[in-house]
């Protein structure tokens, strides 16, 4: 019974996110070519819809998570989704910006399994891409609601985009750092990932015309979800599927990230915890088989399942912040997709 349950909400979940997709891509395909050449093939390139000649891939863009929180918190305050979609956009294209300029940041060559932007057109190019998209978000948001409400929408994502800024310096940091408390990061993730979740749900209700509590609260909302969503992501990032993730195991380690399983291991005072701290600050590259043994070593030490139940308190809390949860049915489905995810 439990079995049929989770499948039937894995399916609501995914039936919202492709009818996010569906939604979106038409006015974000738009969107992009109004960017100047050769910005405008960069984006295409980057969401999967053409390859670095310019041929269409009949590719998709992701998963849409975010554009289908806006729709889906606006549909839970009473109003067709489908007048919100200039906000989804928005928020996917400050979604990508920030794809962009993190593999640039984190010097990743793949992305969805193809050649990241700034490995086919250089750094610089990358930089000015995600910029371009930034600045093309808030074009949308403008063009949609020249009024307060697109005032206050602005609002919202610049905010959003100066916390996830904060975040991602201080996560950066933390590689090059030991001693990293717990506490640390999770105010780094709340950044990095909470703040465009949080984004999300409440433009979402703004322009569906919610009052400032309730904004307030889908706000919230959001937040919780998405550092549920760092945390699950930190644990695939370690232990997830190869055939799933596109990574290796312990992909994280080996680039030495101090992400929540680590800094709850390497805080622990076990033998495992310093095994894994004598491969951290070693100067030479770690290998799949170290990062494999060093796996074994955090999840010794109780990181996998400190991490795993910080991800279920964060899913707790995004459901109780929810004004009506009776009317939240889709926002539901994605908080519990978010927690379930395995990829």
């Known amino acids: ?54 041929n269409p891939t009949g590719a998709g863009w992701g998963k849409g998570l975010r554009a289908a929180l806006v729709f889906a918190a606006a549909h839970a305050c009473g109003v067709d989704a489908r007048t919100v979609v200039p906000a989804a956009v928005a928020v996917e294209l400050v979604h990508n910006f920030t794809l962009v300029h993190d593999d640039v940041m984190d010097a990743d060559r793949l992305r969805r399994g193809r050649a990241t932007v700034w490995t086919v057109w250089g750094v610089p ?18 063009a949609a609601w020249p009024g307060s409400v697109g005032v206050e929408a602005i609002s919202l994502v610049e905010s959003a985009i100066v916390q996830l800024c904060h975040g991602q310096s201080r996560d950066c940091a933390f590689e090059t750092r030991s001693g990293v408390r717990v506490e640390e990061y999770v105010a ?8 465009l979740t949080g984004c999300a749900t409440a433009l979402g209700a703004l322009c569906a015309g919610a009052d400032a509590a309730t904004v307030g609260r889908f706000e919230t909302v959001g937040r919780e979800l998405g550092l549920a969503f760092q945390l699950v992501d930190d644990i695939l990032g370690i232990w997830g599927d190869p055939a799933t993730t596109g990574k290796p195991v312990g992909g994280d380690l080996m680039r030495r990230k101090r992400s929540f399983p680590v800094v ?19 100067a030479r590259p770690i290998t799949e088989v170290e990062a494999a043994r060093a796996a074994i070593a955090v999840q010794a030490a109780g990181g996998r399942s400190a991490a795993a139940l910080q991800a279920d308190q964060r899913v707790a809390a995004a459901i109780a912040a929810l004004p009506d949860p009776a009317g939240a ?15």
């Open 188 to 195: 780094m993730a709340q950044g990095k990932t909470g703040a």
């Open 1 to 54: 019974m439990t079995d049929t349950v989770t499948n039937t909400a894995a399916a609501h979940a995914d039936a919202i996110l492709e009818q996010a997709r569906r939604r979106c891509e038409p006015p974000l395909r738009e969107a992009i070519t109004t960017l100047p050449e050769p910005l405008d093939l960069m984006a295409a390139y980057h969401l999967g819809w053409r390859d670095r000649e310019g």
């Open 125 to 142: 190019q990358a930089i000015c891409l995600g910029d371009a998209l930034h600045a093309l978000a808030i074009r949308v948001l403008t």
């Open 329 to 343: 049915e889709d926002l539901l489905a994605l908080i519990h997709f978010v927690s379930r995810r395995d990829h």
């Open 264 to 282: 709850v291991a390497l805080s622990s005072g076990t033998p495992a915890a310093a095994a894994v701290e004598t491969l951290y600050r070693s």
